[in-house]
């Protein structure tokens, strides 16, 4: 609480640290062990864990960018779900 209180979050702020939260909570280091590694709320505040980056997962990059930034990243991205892809 006194971490929070210290923090005094905007609305902007607060908005950034819920929306970093919703995919932090899913990270594979929150989830094992029964969430035994999730950082106490003090420790996440102040060092302001909401500001981390999302890990990225690599096998979803082609040609060195994300999927979604090339032409072929999206051809390979509808041929693995089976759509067809009409450019």
Do not use: C, N
Request: glycine fraction near 6%; hydrophobic fraction near 40%; proline fraction near 3%.
């Amino acid at each position: 609480m006194k971490a929070w209180q210290k923090l005094s979050p905007s609305i902007e702020l607060l908005d950034r640290i819920m929306s970093a939260l919703a995919w932090q909570k899913h990270q594979e280091q929150w989830l094992k062990d029964d969430g035994q590694f999730i950082p106490y709320a003090a420790t996440y505040l102040r060092g302001e864990r909401w500001d981390d980056a999302p890990e990225i997962d690599k096998t979803d990059m082609h040609d060195g960018k994300m999927w979604f930034e090339s032409v072929s990243g999206v051809e390979a991205k509808a041929k693995e779900l089976g759509l067809k892809w009409d450019a």
